[in-house]
């Protein structure tokens, strides 16, 4: 019994994921990504909040290890002075399953405020929403059910969400061409520095 529903929701999710909209908008958030961070020195600043920021914080780790320099602001810290660390090169990374989050929503325009406009990426389920309507760069997540029992906890959503942020990682390493030696350079310590200079000083026999 416990096996079959494993296996129903292991079956959920890998569809939600198979069903992520692949549009254009993915060239845009790369180019985007390529021009600010890697030609006008800018850097990634994601934010998302409760779930949806725990996602954000992934997606700038990870964009940072692979080369492409990235940190997470926290929407409600932003309102208390955290919002200084935005510069006019940078670019926005907004995440938020319902698109209407009253945090992200004023980030916005405290942002404006602060350095007028820049670009933005938002990975949302809500076509309509707010945030949807000022991306320079929309990635649509489909808007999944949630496979939680209640329809409530994010599950189906974050798993989305964190597959379009692989997405992001995977083309940027591609575009900037970034290699295993410059991966080595960031991973000093642990099973992956020791990983990556192997694999660097393989590519070098």
């Known amino acids: 019994m416990i096996k079959d529903k494993i296996s129903e929701i292991i079956n959920y999710e890998s569809f939600a994921v198979s069903q992520i909209p692949i549009t254009d908008d993915y060239q845009k958030a790369i180019e985007l990504l390529y021009e600010r961070v890697h030609h006008l020195n800018g850097k990634v600043v994601a934010s998302g909040m409760g779930k949806a920021g725990q996602i954000a914080l992934n997606i700038a780790t990870t964009l940072s290890s692979t080369g492409t320099p990235s940190i997470f602001l926290h929407p409600a810290d932003a309102q208390h002075g955290d919002l200084g660390v935005l510069q006019k090169n940078d670019i926005l990374l907004l995440i938020s399953n319902s698109g209407r989050t009253n945090e992200i929503i004023h980030l916005l325009e405290l ?27 929309f990635l649509y997540t489909g808007n999944p059910k949630e496979v939680c029992p209640l329809g409530l906890s994010p599950t189906t959503s974050t798993t989305v969400m964190t597959v379009i942020g692989d997405i992001l990682v995977s083309l940027m390493i591609e575009k900037i061409g970034f290699t295993a030696e410059e991966y080595a350079k960031r991973h000093h310590s642990g099973y992956l520095g020791q990983k990556s200079r192997e694999i660097n000083k393989n590519n070098k026999k």
């Open 111 to 137: 942002t404006h405020n602060l350095v007028g406009e820049i670009p933005k990426i938002v990975i949302s389920g809500n076509k309509e929403s707010i945030l949807a309507k000022n991306a320079n760069a």
